[in-house]
Structures are given as C-alpha cells and as structure tokens.
C-alpha cells in the first residue's frame, strides 16, 4: 500500500462519517421536537456535510482520473463506504440522536485535535476548521445528556435506553488497520489508542454525573472500516443516491 | 395548553463595541438552552459577535395605556433634543 493509497481511504473514511451522520441528522430537518432544536440538529448536519465535502475532495485530488466529491458520495456501492457503524444508526427517537452525537462528538473531538498537529498539511486545515464546529456538537449533545439524565423518569429511561443500545458500536471508534498502521507511522493519521485513552475516562463521567449506568463493554460491533455495514445504511443510500442513479445527467 | 419551553428575548451584537439589539425569542429551559438556540436560530449565517438572552418574563415592559403619560410629555420640547451642534467628522456610531 502506498501513502497515496492510504491516505485516500483515510479521507474516504473521515467523510463517509461525517456525509453519513450529516445525512442522518438531515433527515431530521422539520420532524425536531421544537422549531429551535429543529435547527440545531439541522446546522449541526450542515456543519456536517460541509466537512465531508472538504474530505471527499481531497479523496478526489488524490485519486485524480477527475473525480468529483459528488462522484464519490453519489456512486459508491454499499460495499465501498467506510463510515463507522454507529454514524449509519437510525433516529429512533430523540435519546438515540443525541447519545449518537454524544458518543460520536466526544471521538471526533479528540480526533480532529489529533489531526490538527498531522504532518498533512490539508488535513490539518480541514481538521482545524472542523474542530471548532464539534466543540459545539459536544456541548450540545452533552447538555441534552445533562437534560435528560437528570430530567423525568422517562426522560432518564429512554436516555439510558439508547445508550445502552448504541454502546456496542463504540468499540469501532477506535480499531486500527493497515491503512491506519501505514499513516500513524508516517505521523499524518490520529492516534487512536491515545484517543480511546482519553474518550473512555471523559464519558464515564459525563454519563455518571448525568446519572446513567456505564453500559457493559462486552460484544462490540464491527465492519464499518471494511465496507461491511448494518441493515440500515442501505436504505439511506438508495435515498440519497436515488436520483443521481436514475437520473446519471441530471444537473440543478 | 401552552407546552412550550419558558420564552426568552434574544440580543445579538454584530460586532464587539456595538450595542446588543433585540433579535427575536426563542423557547428554551434553561439559560445555556436558550443561548444554545439563540446562535441557531438568529446568529447561524454568522452575523454576530455576542449574545445575550432574557428570560422574557422577567423583563419590566412599559404599558400601552401608558403611552401618553410616559413618552407624550418629551415630544413638543424642542430644546431636549440635541440638533444644535454640528456632529464632528469622523465620529462614529452616535
């Protein structure tokens, strides 16, 4: 494998969570709770798929042969997106959302601030910026974590609920393979175990002063790095690929 | 039955020295909500610099009724307003 190579699927997989996730919260947009939260899951998944577009064109620049960041989120196959299972998980209710970007926001923030000291340099820009847009997603989503834990009894229950359902995708965060390997060695990807080292304390205690139970750490999910997903993730594509595949020259 | 969240008045600064200027409202239960939402709602196209919320209730407003006898009495006193000295050149935001 080349730095080259790697470093495209790196960018492949850095914008599949963030097109995934932002596609996710997307499909929130008018069915919020309250007009004001509404908007806040729809900035977030604008902030979102704002970013995945920084990735996916840096994926294209490296690739060449003229491809497109629209090409790479619009004709992929299943097979060939590499988001982190639990970016593709659905919005089951309002607790699911917000534990998914708890679990996710608190990751990506030491992610992104890891990225920001890479030695690519693109990466660090993308990173910088993107890093000041998830400080916010985390205060957001812990707030709610806040809210909710120390709410009503239902509030507690479906919060505590969706935790426990979504903790067993977690574990994913932070596998490591060649392609991971290859660019932690090179000094240009993070460093997930050092990245695991501080997300793991930093949860357990967000949960524990909202005063949720620590889900059990015991079968974790996995597949998401080689293309292997749950059954939802298709059903978002053909959505969101449903008219570019129908429709291969359509412009607006 | 109301079952919103508490209202709560949003001020937005454009830029830091401005004045903060009444935005609009937004529902909120607690003040980092609240200025959560106000940034969502009002600053999202990044005109701001600042903000502030209030919690709607807990503002004092003038009555309308009152009109007359609060505001009516400065009207026709024209030696209250200050148009008799020139603006200097080149001072800003009065």
Not at chain 1, 222 to 249: C, D, F, N, W
């Amino acid at each position: 494998m080349t730095k080259q190579d790697a470093l495209f699927q790196y960018c492949l997989r850095l914008g599949d969570d963030a097109l995934i996730l932002g596609h996710r919260l997307a499909e929130l947009c008018s069915r919020g709770p309250f007009l004001e939260e509404d908007l806040a899951q729809t900035n977030i998944a604008l902030d979102l798929t704002g970013r995945a577009q920084l990735y996916f064109q840096y994926a294209a620049d490296l690739e060449g042969r003229g491809q497109t960041a629209d090409g790479l989120v619009y004709r992929r196959p299943e097979r060939q997106i590499y988001n982190h299972l639990l970016c593709e998980q659905p919005n089951t209710d309002f607790a699911y959302v917000i534990a998914r970007q708890l679990l996710f926001s608190a990751f990506d923030r030491f992610l992104l601030e890891d990225l920001c000291t890479s030695k690519d340099e693109r990466l660090v820009e993308i990173a910088a910026k993107a890093l000041k847009e998830t400080r916010y997603h985390l205060a957001h989503a812990s707030d709610w974590v806040y809210r909710l834990g120390l709410g009503t009894g239902e509030s507690h229950r479906r919060m505590q609920q969706a935790l426990n359902d979504l903790w067993p995708y977690t574990g994913e965060l932070f596998e490591i393979d060649d392609v991971g390997l290859h660019l932690l060695e090179a000094g240009i990807a993070a460093d997930l175990h050092t990245i695991r080292a501080l997300w793991t304390p930093e949860i357990r205690q967000m949960l524990q002063k909202a005063g949720f139970e620590q889900p059990a750490d015991d079968y974790m999910h996995t597949g998401g790095l080689k293309g292997i997903h749950s059954e939802h993730l298709g059903h978002m594509l053909s959505e969101m690929q449903y008219l570019v595949r129908a429709y291969p020259e359509a412009t607006w | 039955m109301d079952t919103q969240l508490a209202l709560w008045e949003v001020f937005v600064q454009s830029k830091p020295g401005q004045p903060y200027k009444h935005a609009g409202s937004v529902h909120a239960s607690d003040k980092q909500m609240a200025l959560q939402n106000a940034r969502d709602v009002y600053t999202r196209r990044g005109e701001a610099s600042g903000l502030w919320v209030v919690r709607a209730a807990d503002i004092a407003a003038s009555d309308l009724a009152d009109s007359d006898m609060f505001f009516e009495p400065a009207n026709d006193k024209i030696y209250r307003h200050p148009t008799f000295y020139e603006i200097p050149a080149g001072a800003k935001n009065i």
